[in-house]
């Protein structure tokens, strides 16, 4: 008898790419490093990368750019070029977005000019949080080493500060791989790590934040890999699919938690292969 059961060994499942969250003082020499690491895309939303000595380190090591004259300080254009990262072929494999707390709360500051009384509750920042999730999404479909780079605020408990964290959406740390906070030493600087669920980088532990080190920790041969671009819906599977919805009953929120589940804005987002089952999953509905 045929098996539902979708599991495999755990030696066959393979080791993607990290994705990473750094976040500290200004100074701290959280993107100076970050550009060092191979053929970046930078996602500049602050323009703080336009002087000679950053486009130079960039350039040095396979780098673009991507700042606000091509669109970076949109929250929404940057999760297309992601997702057309992830599409295409191209020759990146580190993407550094700098900062998401620059559009994250221009977000949260634009929805609360637009709620003005009417913003109670934490609605001002509902909108920025959406996005937030959305571009997780895009991301967790990019073949690249990812590094999403935020301010540092105080962390309270109470009228106490017991700390420092990440000024963006407080729950992302849950979806990524990585969180570091990044600190000024000297000519150098540290990486401390405050969440982890990778080997090789140690829960409170430390190591120099360079390129070099990071990746004799995570992988060389893994973060230098060539991206692989993934199979977008087809035009005959979305024809499909519409014929398909047409004559069956869907469950109820049935299509969005399909979608959520393949981590999709739309049909046309989710990958050929994922479509592909939903298809016949409908078909064996219909029989």
């Not at 976040?23 to 323009?47: H, V």
């Not at 298809?279 to 064996?284: L, Q, T």
Request: hydrophobic letters at 35%.
């Amino acid at each position: 008898m045929a098996t539902k059961i979708k599991a495999v060994k755990p030696e066959e499942v393979k080791k993607r790419k990290p994705l990473v969250l750094i976040y500290g003082a200004t100074g701290s020499k959280k993107t100076w490093e970050s550009i060092l690491f191979p053929n970046a895309f930078l996602a500049d939303t602050e323009g703080g990368a336009t002087e000679d000595a950053y486009k130079k380190r960039l350039a040095k090591a396979g780098g673009m750019y991507y700042g606000p004259e091509q669109g970076s300080q949109d929250f929404d254009d940057n999760i297309e070029q992601i997702k057309a990262l992830a599409t295409e072929k191209h020759p990146y494999k580190t993407y550094i977005l700098d900062s998401l707390s620059k559009i994250y709360n221009t977000v949260i500051t634009n929805e609360a000019e637009r709620l003005g009384d009417r913003d109670a509750f934490g609605a001002s920042k509902k909108p920025a949080v959406q996005r937030t999730r959305r571009l997780i999404n895009a991301l967790d479909k990019l073949d690249m080493t990812r590094i999403i780079i935020c301010h540092e605020k105080a962390l309270w408990q109470g009228d106490k500060q017991i700390g420092t964290t990440f000024d963006a959406f407080d729950k992302l740390g849950y979806e990524l791989d990585l969180v570091l906070r990044i600190v000024r030493q000297g000519e150098n600087s540290k990486a401390f790590v405050q969440k982890t669920r990778l080997a090789g980088f140690d829960m409170g532990g430390s190591f120099e934040w360079n390129y070099e080190e990071f990746s004799s920790r995570y992988g060389k041969e893994i973060m230098e890999a060539e991206a692989q671009p993934i199979v977008l819906a087809t035009s005959e599977q979305l024809s499909e699919l519409k014929a398909l919805l047409e004559s069956w009953k869907q469950p109820e929120n049935w299509e969005q938690k399909t979608l959520d589940s393949a981590k999709a804005d739309s049909w046309a987002d989710m990958e050929s292969d994922k479509i592909a089952k939903v298809i016949a999953f409908i078909k064996n509905k219909l029989k």
